[in-house]
């Protein structure tokens, strides 16, 4: 594929799922319309490289009127582009399979795209030796340490086709799941059971029924694709193990102004402007634990609810795993942020303290996504 007309520009903000701001030489301060609405927390941050394309030189599937004249197609991750246009990556995926290039699928012949099937619409209707096949593209843009994961936020479409693919399979029609990772550099493919449970719960229950199909692919600079294509392992047994409602979590608090605070038995303190992240665990029932914590009405009882009560907002990461890594998510947020009081959550444990302060939002920081992916995409 070639997209003409590509300039590069700097990412500032991000008002909503589909807009970005940033600026670009020779057009200043522009708006642009971003078909993804994943987070992409650790990709859009503050001064990286978008790949931007003038909406007349981009067939579209979306509606003809556009408030936006500019679209991004993809950033730059570690010098490379991570190709973003979800609707785009269909195209990529029918090249793909036009010229044999993903090698479980070659021999296979497109049909149709955009298939209706009941309630649902599966992006190719394939010819596989005489039998129809039906294929839905997944567009994998989050990964770390060798690790690829999907979703980057909570799909449930994507849980739905992933059902409804099962159920056509157990009626003996042949169905896949082609997830297309954006990045070449990694080993293993993995749902993303710390952001959405039901969907990686889903994956593993249709395992038997559903082809899941993991390839990795690249795109050099001049958005045109790499040579290299791969299909990537999956971690079976380790996903049976880990794919449960259990392990750690952060909550990203946003404090709006300074104030002194006595948090039950310890020594009144400051707490200042910015933004503070506080690591906790439940080896049992994350999710309830979870969702208490971003309830404002509630009965104070540990320490982070004295300002959970009072934060502008409250944002959850979890960290589902069979081990008990609250400790060493917090020596590793230690490193890249400010402690907190003395004692704050850490009455039970020798760690000086897992509350801790930056007065820069941490999910603008590479250095704090740098420890998410540590914990989060783990290696089996």
Known sequence: MKFHGVFKGQFLARPNRFLVQCVAHGRGHINAYLPNPGRLWELL????????????????????????????????????PIFLHTHATNEVAGRLLEKQLIPPLKGTRVVQAEVPVGRSRFDFLLREKGRDLYLEVKSCTLFGNNVAMFPDAVTERGKRHLLELAKMARNKVPTVVLFLVHYPHVKWFMPDFHTDLAFSAALLKVRKDVRILPVAIGWKKDLTLRKDIRVLDIPWQYLNEEVQDRGSYLLVLKWKKEKSLQVGHLKRARFSKGYYVYVGSAMKHLSARVARHTRRQKRRHWHIDYLTQEAESVVPIPVRSSQRLECHIAEALSTVMEQGPAGFGSSDCKCPTHLFWSQENPLHLEAFHHVLQQFRMRSP
Do not use: F, H, I, M
Request: aromatic residues 6%; charged residues 20%; positive net charge.
């Open 45 to 80: 941050l503050p001064g990286a490289v978008l790949y931007l394309q003038p909406v007349n030189g981009l067939t579209e599937a979306g509606p003809s009127t556009r408030k936006t004249k500019y679209t991004v197609l993809a950033v730059e991750r570690e010098g490379c």
